[in-house]
T-cell receptor
């Protein structure tokens, strides 16, 4: 079966660091994506991991451990505009398909 | 702006009706994906087309169908609509199908079934 788990909600303070965890159990694995989605808007791409380790991209970093079925998204120097939903998604199936299985998303609220 | 366009933005219809949602991918993108997002289900993959051919299928209902045309735009047809079909429907596109494959999402069509 397919199961992607993320915390439902998190709260953090402006300027702080927050880590959003994602665990997955899927029938196949061809990469893990993180997307940001503001309420009522389209998801926008943040990061992609296919090998174990840390990928850094400005204030955002994402980590993957394939053996543990685990990823996290790290957001540094939080800004009010970072208040949004963060979606973890696994690309499963054969390597020539783009089917993404999404978690329910983590709603992050950044407070002043 | 991702470069993916979807029409209409909002659609209100009645149970039992049929609607068509339209998506134009980013210039040069060959893959089109359809997703459904409802409050209780999150973002659910429906179907993927690559260069006119179906490439992957999710838990798409039999009442739903899609196609990708030679100019690469895609349409999602929803028939015999039920209240539970009310949701945001997103289209996404990507240059190819495999490998590193960032998907760019359109603004979505909000469907309300009354």
């Amino acid at each position: 079966g397919q199961n992607i788990d993320q915390p439902t909600e998190m709260t953090a303070t402006e300027g702080a660091i927050v880590q959003i965890n994602c665990t997955y159990q899927t029938s196949g694995f061809n990469g893990l994506f993180w997307y940001q989605q503001h309420a009522g808007e389209a998801p926008t791409f943040l990061s992609y991991n296919v090998l174990d380790g840390l990928e850094e991209k400005g204030r955002f970093s994402s980590f993957l451990s394939r053996s543990k079925g685990y990823s996290y998204l790290l957001l540094k120097e939080l800004q009010m505009k970072d208040s949004a939903s963060y979606l973890c998604a696994v690309r499963e199936g054969s390597s020539n398909t783009g089917k993404l299985i999404f978690g329910q998303g983590t709603t992050l609220q950044v407070k002043p | 702006d991702s470069g993916v366009t979807q029409t209409p933005k909002h659609l209100i219809t009645a149970t039992g009706q049929r609607v068509t949602l339209r998506c134009s991918p980013r210039s040069g993108d060959l893959s089109v994906y359809w997703y459904q997002q409802s409050l209780d289900q999150g973002l659910q993959f429906l179907i993927q087309y690559y260069n006119g051919e179906e490439r992957a299928k999710g838990n798409i209902l039999e009442r739903f169908s899609a196609q990708q045309f030679p100019d690469l735009h895609s349409e999602l047809n929803l028939s015999s609509l039920e209240l539970g079909d009310s949701a945001l429907y997103f289209c996404a596109s990507s240059p190819s199908s495999g490998g590193y494959n960032e998907q760019f999402f359109g603004p979505g069509t909000r469907l309300t079934v009354l």
